[in-house]
């Protein structure tokens, strides 16, 4: 069956670094677009970043960009995102999403820059 298991959330200052991990399974990684999306109470679903399936092509919400990096491991079966630089208003829960012949999303996980 499918997995797409995040982990590396938690509570950060602002300034703060936090790497999440997504662990997938179940499917053909190496051939699958990945993303991160986020969301907050009360917004819509929104795109953190993207990474092609080698990872040669990235994409990126304007409002990360310079401050968060997407990766991706095809031999471990896991995308990544280095956050950096961590804003209060980067608080939401994030969720990995697979695009293969169908879409896969993760259970999530929380979030939380504060001082």
């Known amino acids: 069956q499918v997995q797409l298991v995040e982990s590396g959330g938690g509570l950060v200052q602002p300034g703060g670094s936090l790497r999440l991990s997504c662990a997938a399974s179940g499917f053909t990684f190496s051939t699958s677009t990945m993303g991160w999306y986020r969301q907050a109470p009360g917004n819509e679903r929104e795109l953190v970043a993207r990474?092609?399936?080698?990872?040669?092509?990235?994409t990126y919400a304007d409002s990360v960009k310079g401050r968060f990096t997407i990766s991706r491991d095809n031999a471990k079966s896991t995308v990544y995102l280095q956050m950096n630089s961590l804003k209060p208003e980067d608080t939401a829960v994030y969720y990995c999403?697979?695009?293969?012949?169908?879409?896969?999303w993760g259970q999530g996980t929380q979030v939380t820059v504060s001082s």
């Open positions: 990474i092609s399936s080698t990872g040669g092509t990235t």
């Open positions: 999403k697979a695009v293969s012949w169908k879409v896969y």
